[in-house]
């Protein structure tokens, strides 16, 4: 069988990597999540920042990102507010961190490691542009489950302290990143009453 391969985002597979992130938050509210012109958007702006996974000409994967600045004094954020249009609309070719925008896998190609080599692929982005690391709102798909009787900081605070497995954040927290906080209204998904965590990973080759 011909390897995966990892490319980045080109116009042409917008329509592909719509159906993709239709697929991939089934209760996500779609006006939170990219779409075809949103792609085409990304394919124009930073396509460098945009990595897709590639099964023959099967899409199976993507990871996106832009680059802006943030302030760790006032992290509260919604996805469309701290992103702007379609997602990329705030890149900041001088921002001093990545902020993960998207990163899902296809349900039948996960637990391979597609999603790590998406991490790889970004953290390498962030050591060759010299930026401080990668920010974004991890999805904590588990919270659905125990909304009822914790708050989405106690969650977040027992995944972090690996008493509870979220299949989301456990995966961002094994790629190197950390817990600095949660995000209220961060999307619209009732399921998850809109919350989402702050993640970080920080890259320790950055120079001033
Ligand atoms: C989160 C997501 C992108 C992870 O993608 P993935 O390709 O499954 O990621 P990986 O395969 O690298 O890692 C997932 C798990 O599989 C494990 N794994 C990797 N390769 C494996 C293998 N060959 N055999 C068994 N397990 C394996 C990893 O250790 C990891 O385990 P963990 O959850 O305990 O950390 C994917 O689940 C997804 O698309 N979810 C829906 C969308 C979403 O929530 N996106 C995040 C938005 S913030």
Redesign the pocket.
């Known amino acids: 069988m011909p390897p995966l391969r990892y490319v980045n985002l080109t116009p042409e597979f917008a329509p592909k990597c719509e159906a993709l992130e239709l697929l ?2 089934p209760d996500t509210e779609p006006a939170d999540l990219i779409d075809e012109e949103g792609f085409r958007a990304y394919a124009k702006i930073f396509p460098e920042g945009f990595f897709l996974c590639l099964d023959g000409e099967r899409l199976v ?1 993507q990871g996106a990102g832009i680059f802006l600045d943030f302030d760790f004094d006032h992290p509260q954020h919604s996805i469309a507010e701290i992103t702007g249009e379609h997602q990329c609309g705030n890149h900041d070719p001088d921002g001093d961190w990545y902020y ?1 925008t ?4 296809s349900a039948d ?10 991490y790889e692929l970004r953290k390498d982005v962030v050591r060759r542009y010299n930026k401080k690391g990668i920010i ?4 904590i ?1 588990g919270f659905a489950d125990h909304k009822h009787h914790m708050s989405a900081a106690e969650y977040v605070d027992k995944v972090s302290k690996r008493e509870l ?1 979220d ?2 954040l ?5 790629n190197g990143f950390e817990v600095r906080g949660v995000l209220a209204d961060y999307l619209d998904e009732p399921a998850l009453d809109n919350w989402a965590a702050l993640i970080v990973w920080e890259n320790s080759d950055h120079r001033s």
């Open positions: 991939s938050f994967g993960g998207d990163i899902v896998v190609y996960r637990r391979r490691g597609i999603g790590k080599c998406l974004a709102g991890g999805h798909v497995y299949a989301t456990t995966f961002q927290l094994d």
